[in-house]
């Protein structure tokens, strides 16, 4: 079946701007996860969704950055006014049934997101 | 708090073995482990539990010892599909509610013909 789907893969903007990141999680997953990763940088815990809801939002680093999910699919990752910083590989998984320690994350490819 | 992985790289010929470390100072109720090659997503190697149950590939072993903290990885008779960057996550509970993952900065593994 298909896996977790990322869009764009590349993104390269303009620092002060707004970027839309979006991720398309595996069918009947109901967790979704992300990360950031950095040049030389492990993966670092952005957010997590269980449906539609995101209990665990200690992990976005500003106010300059939300997500969304809607459908308990589809989720949204919203960078504001975009900081060079911002640029990294932003990665987004997925897991079957409820988050938690027993279930394996599915990655998807990432986006790569550049800030000049 | 980011669990430590030792070492950061390491090189090996084909065919030989290799262990990959994780510690976190924090109580831990799971170890997950992925391996991540260039340009490519994190895969999915193996979760140890509390309690010693494990999830993950035939071909590859793992311990986790809940006291110490630390989860190692062994890689056997290492082929060059191994290479990559290996990264552990820990999972830990805090009060009524769960964090999420947080992953190790990575080992990098070369495998050599």
Redesign the interface.
């Known amino acids: 079946g298909a896996g977790v789907s990322q869009s764009p893969s590349n993104k390269v903007t303009e620092k002060g701007k707004d970027v839309e990141l979006r991720c398309d999680p595996i069918s009947g997953h109901t967790a979704l996860y992300w990360y950031r990763q950095s040049l030389g940088q492990g993966l670092e815990f952005l957010i997590y969704f269980q449906g539609n809801s995101a209990p665990d939002k200690s992990g976005l680093p500003s106010d300059r950055f939300s997500a969304e999910r809607t459908g308990g699919s589809v989720s949204t990752l919203t960078i504001q006014r975009t900081q060079q910083e911002d640029s990294a590989v932003y990665l987004c998984a997925s897991s079957l049934g409820g988050t938690g320690p027993y279930n394996e994350q599915f990655f998807g490819p990432g986006t790569r997101l550049t800030v000049l | 708090q980011?669990p430590v992985q030792s070492p950061q790289a390491v090189i090996l010929r084909e065919g030989e073995d290799a262990v990959i470390n994780c510690s976190s100072s924090k109580a831990l109720?799971?170890v997950?482990w992925?391996r991540q090659k260039h340009g490519?997503?994190?895969?999915?190697l193996m979760?140890l539990?509390?309690g010693g149950e494990q999830?993950g590939h035939e071909k590859i072993s793992a311990s986790f010892n809940e006291k110490k903290q630390q989860s190692s990885l062994y890689l056997t008779a290492s082929q060059l599909s191994y290479s990559g960057t290996y990264?552990c996550?820990t999972?830990v509970y805090s009060g009524g509610?769960?964090?999420?993952?947080?992953?190790?900065?990575?080992t990098h593994l070369i495998i050599q013909p």
């Open positions: 980011q109720y799971s997950h992925y490519e997503a994190p895969v999915f979760i539990l509390k999830k990264f996550g999972f509610g769960a964090d999420g993952l947080t992953f190790g900065k990575g």
